[in-house]
């Protein structure tokens, strides 16, 4: 399979499940030369704006406890791609207040909303099409 395909759809599993949430859409595959975010939301309940990172796996069969995944997507996550992630929403904040402003208007000028990063796992059975998502909040506040 392609794995670019695989990702896309993954990420569009993980939109779903965010606007389900009451989150609303600010981007999506944003990159800097700091690195990439896959989405980016403001979750309307916590008032805080959101940067995920989508992981997925595309299996035969669904694991079952006689048969774990040998490693799952949340495996593929360490400090050094959190660290990334990190350094990647300063820069969405700082460059792209035009996006984000318009949902915090009683912040300061030259003040930034509260965020954090999530990351949603999604383990996708191959040939049912069937998807599994784990969404885990507050990697980093």
């Known amino acids: 399979m392609d794995k670019k395909y695989c990702g896309q759809v993954a990420e569009n599993l993980a939109l779903k499940l965010l606007q ?26 916590q008032k805080e704006i959101v940067f995920v990172e989508v992981r997925s ?23 050094p791609k959190i660290n990334k992630i990190e350094k990647t929403a ?6 792209e207040p035009a996006v984000w402003q318009k949902y915090f208007k009683k912040i300061p000028l030259y003040s930034f909303p509260d965020w954090r990063i999530d990351l949603i796992s999604v383990v996708v059975e ?12 507050y990697l980093f506040v």
């Open 90 to 95: 300063w820069v969405f904040l700082e460059k």
């Open 126 to 137: 191959i040939e049912s099409r069937k998807a599994r998502l784990r969404h885990y909040q």
């Open 20 to 45: 389900k949430k009451n989150h609303r859409l600010l981007a999506t595959n944003y990159s800097c030369r700091a690195g990439e975010i896959d989405i980016i939301t403001l979750d309307k309940k």
């Open 57 to 79: 796996r595309w299996v035969r069969k669904f694991p079952t406890v006689e048969n774990p995944l040998v490693s799952t997507p949340e495996d593929s996550v360490g400090f």
